[in-house]
């Protein structure tokens, strides 16, 4: 069976810092490209940041109050938000894609999906 599992969500306060998982079971994240993505309530779900298989890509992308980066336990990907605000509120999910791309902007693309984890900003 193939899964991602994120992990990291919670209540946090405006102006501070979170740091979200992607773990992979049965799947070697190290050869899919992977994609953070969120949904707010009332919204459709959104790209945040993505990163392409570890071959070909950096092993960390910044862009903004955002990082993904590939974790030095295996299998997991993390994405950091600096600096949260409500807007940053919603459920995160990861996704995988097995040609190991980047396309933050087409979620259709990617072919594994997480559960989701919840994150609310409040102070």
């Known amino acids: 069976q193939r899964d991602l599992v994120e992990s990291g969500g919670g209540l946090v306060q405006p102006g501070t810092s979170l740091r979200l998982s992607c773990t992979g079971s049965g799947l070697a994240l190290d050869f899919y490209g992977i994609g953070w993505f969120r949904q707010g309530s009332g919204k459709a779900r959104e790209g945040v940041l993505c990163?392409?298989?570890?071959?070909?890509s950096p092993e960390e992308v910044k862009q903004g109050r955002f990082t993904v980066s590939r974790g030095m336990e295996k299998n997991t990907v993390y994405l950091q938000i600096d600096n949260m605000t409500s807007d940053d509120a919603g459920t995160y999910y990861c996704?995988?894609?097995?040609?190991?791309?980047?396309?933050?902007?087409?979620?259709?693309?990617?072919?594994?999906w997480g559960q989701g984890t919840q994150v609310t900003v409040s102070s």
């Open positions: 990163i392409g298989k570890k071959s070909t």
């Open positions: 996704a995988a894609d097995r040609k190991g791309e980047t396309h933050c902007h087409i979620p259709s693309w990617y072919d594994y």
